[in-house]
């Protein structure tokens, strides 16, 4: 089976997570998208959530900061989810996402304001997630789930921001 590798970023503030209702799968979603020749994950991550949501963010660390200088290192994702994609009707293949996932927060004096309502885009906050019920659609037309994966990434995203700035 083809595979490509993905990245996903959840950008978390102030109780809260950015995410896109993404219309072709009916789902909630974090912003992401596919690993470029080249870049690695971690530039990735940056490029994709500043393309989707135009808000500049940094990687919350969720493992073990070591120390050394050589060799280089890079961030580790918070998890690496494995998705089939079935094939559609743009001719695509089924295929499978080898994603890394990483939960991210929005730089010092970073623009939070997310994309237009009609694109998709809202701020879901921690008591929304934890309710487990549909979320409300940025447009007002209706509601969809949250993936269970989503949302408990989602809630460790937001636990590991309030982390950072408690800590702080």
Request: glycine share 8%.
């Amino acid at each position: 089976m083809e595979r490509h590798f993905t990245v996903s970023g959840f950008v978390s503030q102030s109780g809260k997570t950015a995410l896109h209702f993404h219309c072709i799968v009916n789902l909630w979603l974090p912003p992401g998208g596919h690993v470029e020749a080249d870049e690695d994950p971690i530039q990735a991550v940056l490029r994709e959530v500043l393309e989707e949501t135009e808000i500049e963010v940094e990687v919350v660390s969720t493992g073990r900061a070591y120390e050394w200088v050589e060799p280089g290192r890079l961030a580790p994702p918070a998890t690496i989810g494995v998705y089939n994609i079935p094939g559609d009707s743009h001719q695509r293949e089924p295929h499978q996402h080898i994603d890394f996932v990483y939960f991210t927060r929005p730089v010092a004096g970073a623009n939070l304001e997310l994309p237009d309502a009609a694109e998709g885009w809202r701020w879901v906050s921690e008591d929304e997630l934890r309710a487990g019920a549909p979320i409300a659609l940025p447009d007002g037309s209706g509601e969809a789930a949250v993936p269970e994966d989503v949302r408990t990434l989602a809630l460790d995203a937001i636990g590991a921001v309030r982390a950072l700035e408690v800590g702080a």
